[in-house]
């Protein structure tokens, strides 16, 4: 058998790693010969709910479940960890304004930092989910400035998923048949899903389709909102989903995605106008464990204002936590 990969898992407490920690155990992101070690994270006083979570996965009797670690410290949590799902993050509460909870998420963002770049392996795969992802990925990269910046990503899968769905139902199709579709940006109602270049059995999606209206003033809200949509459906924010998405992500990351094209907030180099480090949501291909961005798109008019305007949003929460990491 192959020896283990280490995985930090924080915010091992919550909603979205009820679902997520018992997907990776089974084996859904490294395979289904792939034994794992979970390294929880939480907060000490989440700490008493992490066993109570741990207990049913050694009641699971998951056989790829090498060893659970359960801790409040990152620099135990980052121990030499291949891989991270970084769901952890402060929620919003009564009162608190958008600057304070950044700000509230950079200082938990840059501790992790310290410890990424002080204990993990050099080639670990690193995914944020907890919101702000894109900012909070952003002050872990500069957090962590021995650690290889293109090794950190946020989480905008959940928003190329529900694109894709929507779109599929909308042609009637299989998920599978559209390809090439992209969410852009910030994992925010400003994100833009995109199906400029998605293709329908090789032919344009739009065509096929051929509802340019139903695209800009339904299907780019539905997107932007569904969130909000769970939550009042449900009383809940969705987990299951963001758990999946989650779980997608990392997986094509280390399995490859074959041709198809996949959303990822990666470190920009610049490219379609979006500011060097800023970490974006981009269309990529995953192959052989790495991914590589997808180039050379042309964007028309309509294109460059949604993705201008999602970009502005990400360059003001940037300057809104920048003080944290002096
Ligand atoms: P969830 O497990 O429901 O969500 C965790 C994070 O994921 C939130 O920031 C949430 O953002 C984000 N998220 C991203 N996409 C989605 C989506 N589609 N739907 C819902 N959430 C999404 O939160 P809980 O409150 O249940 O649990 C959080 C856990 O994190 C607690 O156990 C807490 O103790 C822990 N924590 C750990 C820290 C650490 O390890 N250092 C620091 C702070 C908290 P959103 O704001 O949009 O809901």
């Known amino acids: 058998t192959k020896p ?110 310290a410890a990424l770049d002080a204990v993990a392996k050099r080639d670990a795969k690193i995914l944020v989910v907890g919101n702000p992802a894109n900012t909070n990925a952003w002050i872990l990269a500069q957090s962590a400035p021995g650690f290889p910046a293109e090794n950190i990503t946020s989480m905008i899968r959940l928003d190329h998923n529900r694109a894709q769905g929507q779109l599929a139902a909308k042609a009637g199709v299989g998920v599978d048949a559209i390809t090439k579709l992209v969410v852009w940006g910030n994992h925010s109602p400003t994100m833009f899903a995109d199906w400029g270049n998605a293709e329908l059995d090789g032919q344009k999606l739009a065509d096929r389709i051929g509802d340019e209206a139903w695209y800009r003033e339904t299907l780019i809200p539905t997107v932007a909102q569904r969130g909000t949509a769970i939550i009042e459906a449900r009383g809940a924010s969705s987990a299951a989903s963001a758990a999946n998405a989650a779980i997608d992500h990392l997986r094509d990351w280390v399995h490859g995605a074959g041709d198809n094209w996949v959303s990822m907030g990666v470190v920009s180099d610049g490219s379609y106008g979006i500011p060097q480090g800023l970490v974006c949501g981009v269309p990529v291909h995953c192959k052989s464990g790495g991914y590589a961005r997808i180039e050379g798109l042309i964007l028309d008019p309509f294109q460059r204002t949604m993705l201008d305007r999602t970009i502005a949003e990400l360059v003001d929460e940037r300057e809104a936590v920048i003080d944290i990491l002096k």
């Open 4 to 113: 283990p990969v280490r995985i930090v898992i924080s915010g091992a407490a919550g909603q979205i790693c009820y679902s997520l920690l018992f997907r990776v155990a089974q084996g859904d992101v490294f395979g289904p010969d792939q034994p794992v070690i979970l390294q929880l994270l939480d907060v000490p006083q989440a700490m008493d709910a992490v066993r109570g979570v741990v207990m049913e996965l050694e009641d699971c009797a998951f056989p790829l479940l090498a060893d659970v670690i359960i801790t409040d410290d990152p620099m135990v949590a980052f121990k030499d960890i291949d891989a991270a799902m970084l769901v952890g993050s402060r929620p919003r509460s009564k009162g608190m304004e958008r600057r304070d909870l950044l700000a509230a998420n950079a200082a938990i963002f840059k501790t992790q930092g």
